[in-house]
């Protein structure tokens, strides 16, 4: 610990709210930048909590601490994200450029779409925001904002009306464009306030909706200045602790909220058989959390016995976040086998199964009840891509089997 910053001293006058702190060496220069939704909390268990090495070292630089209220997490997050851009602290950035962090990504399309992209994948052209460290807290308020401003992932590029409304229209995270319910023009409104929001202008974006407020009031479109209200409310408020998990510190970003694992085994009379978990988080996939296992103990073909290897293998990874539900695609064998692995594990982790049948259209829920954070929708979109990324994965080792022979 530092035995030269007087921290006791520094720290009383910060104020226990929302915002960024930015933590200074003796020659002024920004060594790292950190959110909080308190303030005071988060800087005080620098010097009162036991630490990595990494945050030993920078405890021993610190001289000086300035903080940047926010209104919420949210404004944090994004005041956070420009912060480290404009001075790329030496604590923050864990490489030497950022190739590896996400960016929000609004694509260049008549129907925009939001998307999530590692810094090496960003094209010239693209609109971005960020660099954002910590992937979870960037999805976890996309989440939030998707549910106060909701935008279409179905249209993009296309004029043409699909067949049917995209899911999430029928779930009200999409405004329409996929149903003819908004126009281009009315979604592009929706897109600017995004905008606004990641270039750390949510205040601007909320005097907008107040005077699309009072328009529609005034022309007694009652309605639509209440669905005005209802979103100027929430970005008022928006001030999620699980967007600023307050026991994260430097290089320890863990996901938040709710996290769902799925588990599919795929083989052909147990020939290159492979076992894979599929994550989402608060109903979202999260594809760089998916795994895969070469199943190695069972000879022949066994699915549950491949499903108790799958498990068994994944529950020693302590180190990796676990779910808030396992969700097997299978049915009562599958699921017995995995309630057997969770319990073995010391755990208490509800199991679900999800039985597809034959054809894939069945969804017979086996082990118990949804869990109220979740719904059958969610449920079989975590089957449906645990099954995908089996096929896929056994795809890709048979070819390879094939190729070598």
């Avoid at 990504?105 to 609109?127: A, M, N, Q, S, Y």
Wanted: net charge positive; glycine share 8%; charged share 30%.
């Amino acid at each position: 610990m530092s035995q030269v910053f007087p921290w006791k001293e520094k720290i009383k006058n910060i104020p226990s709210e929302p915002g960024c702190y930015l933590m200074k060496n003796s020659e002024g220069v920004i060594i790292y930048v950190g959110k909080a939704v308190n303030l005071n909390r988060r800087v005080t268990s620098y010097f009162t909590r036991p630490h990595d090495a990494r945050i030993e070292n920078l405890v021993k630089e610190i001289h000086r601490i300035d903080i940047e209220r926010t209104n919420s997490a949210l404004e944090a997050l994004v005041l956070e994200a420009a912060l480290i851009k404009k001075h790329a602290p030496k604590y923050n950035i864990l490489e030497k450029d950022d190739k590896s962090f996400l960016f929000v990504e609004i694509t260049r399309e008549h129907f925009p779409r939001l998307r999530l992209v590692r810094g090496k994948d960003r094209i010239p052209r693209g609109e971005y925001y960020g660099p954002f460290v910590q992937g979870g807290a960037i999805r976890e308020a996309l989440v939030l904002l998707r549910r106060i401003l909701p935008v279409c992932d179905l249209m993009g590029d296309s004029l043409e009306l699909p067949k049917r409304p995209c899911f999430n229209y029928g779930v009200g995270l999409c405004p329409g464009p996929c149903a003819a319910a908004i126009s281009e023009r009315e979604y592009k409104k929706i897109i600017r306030g995004y905008r606004l929001i990641f270039s750390g202008k949510t205040k601007s974006l909320i005097r907008n909706l107040k005077k699309e407020m009072a328009t529609a009031a005034k022309n007694l479109d009652f309605e639509r200045a209440e669905s005005f209200r209802k979103k100027i409310f929430a970005l008022e408020h928006v001030n999620d602790v699980s967007l600023i998990k307050e026991d994260d510190l430097v290089g320890d970003a863990k996901q938040t909220g709710i996290r769902i694992e799925g588990y599919d085994i795929s083989n052909i009379s147990g020939t290159n058989a492979v076992g894979v978990m599929v994550v989402f988080e608060n109903g979202i996939v999260n594809r760089d959390e998916h795994r895969t296992f070469g199943i190695k103990s069972v000879i022949g073909s066994n699915d549950v016995a491949m499903m108790r290897e799958t498990l068994d293998r994944r529950l020693r990874h302590s180190e990796w976040r676990f779910p808030d539900l396992i969700l097997i695609d299978g049915g009562a064998a599958q699921v017995g086998i995995a309630l057997e692995a969770v319990r073995a594990a010391g755990l208490k982790i509800p199991v679900l199964g999800l039985a597809k049948g034959p054809d894939r259209k069945k969804n017979d829920l086996i082990g118990g009840d949804i869990p109220a954070f979740s719904t059958l929708e969610t449920l079989i979109r975590v089957r449906d891509e645990a099954h995908r990324f089996a096929i896929s994965t056994y795809r890709r080792k048979h070819r390879r089997t094939l190729l070598s022979e």
